[in-house]
T-cell receptor, first 111, second 112 residues
Framework: NAGVTQTPKFQVLKTGQSMTLQCAQD?????MYWYRQDPGMGLRLIYY???????DKGEVPNGYNVSRLNKREFSLRLESAAPSQTSVYFC??????????FGQGTRLTVV | AQSVSQHNHHVILSEAASLELGCNYS??????LFWYVQYPGQHLQLLLK??????LVKGIKGFEAEFIKSKFSFNLRKPSVQWSDTAEYFC??????????FGSGTRLQVQP
């Protein structure tokens, strides 16, 4: 079972470049999430999708966009990367009110 | 707004010492509670969860947590830690309204 798969694992961007982080889950979950993890700040929710076709802002959505392409896939896009977006990004999925399953993470550095 | 507080940011213990990590949340309604663990360089994994019933729940690797509703707390415990427990631990309540809210994490360092 693959669970939640994220790509890429590592990425270095120059300020102003764009990129899309891909996430797919094979557990037939309705809900999917994007978090960023920064030292001493835990995980902060960027965007989430409660079901296919819906997306909502989380705690720190500025500078990001998302697409819930279908039930399996939920992508995160940085249109114009900034150094403040240097972080580790985690995708997760769950059914409502149950535990979330996490991908392996994407370590992004913006220089 | 819902929030969660983890009191200990960095804990250093010797092997065989007992562990208790505090977690308090601010939500008065029905809440599901989770503890996650993140080993160095890895993603988050579920350690244990509480939905209802017995407030003392047991998880993997000898961890347990106690839900005390009156104190809005869900503290994590382990009687005897091992070097392999070195990791970061996150408390996460879920009120069912949207997504898990994570505490800032507690980094546990176990010295052999």
């Amino acid at each position: 079972n693959a669970g939640v798969t994220q790509t890429p694992k590592f990425q270095v961007l120059k300020t102003g470049q764009s990129m899309t982080l891909q996430c797919a889950q094979d557990m037939n979950h309705n809900s999917m999430y994007w978090y960023r993890q920064d030292p001493g700040m835990g995980l902060r929710l960027i965007y989430y999708s409660a079901s296919e076709g819906t997306t909502d802002k989380g705690e720190v959505p500025n500078g990001y966009n998302v697409s819930r392409l279908n039930k399996r896939e939920f992508s995160l896009r940085l249109e114009s990367a900034a150094p403040s977006q240097t972080s580790v990004y985690f995708c997760a999925s769950s059914e409502q009110n149950t535990e979330a399953f996490f991908g392996q993470g994407t370590r992004l550095t913006v220089v | 707004a819902q929030s969660v507080s983890q009191h200990n940011h960095h804990v250093i213990l010797s092997e065989a010492a007992s562990l208790e990590l505090g977690c308090n949340y601010s939500y008065g309604g029905t809440v599901n509670l989770f503890w996650y663990v993140q080993y160095p360089g890895q993603h988050l994994q579920l350690l244990l969860k509480y939905f209802s019933g017995d407030p003392l729940v047991k998880g993997i690797k000898g961890f347990e947590a106690e839900f005390i509703k009156s104190k809005f707390s869900f503290n994590l415990r382990k009687p005897s830690v091992q070097w392999s427990d070195t990791a970061e631990y996150f408390c996460a309540p879920n009120t069912g309204r949207r997504a898990l809210t994570f505490g800032s994490g507690t980094r546990l360092q176990v010295q052999p």
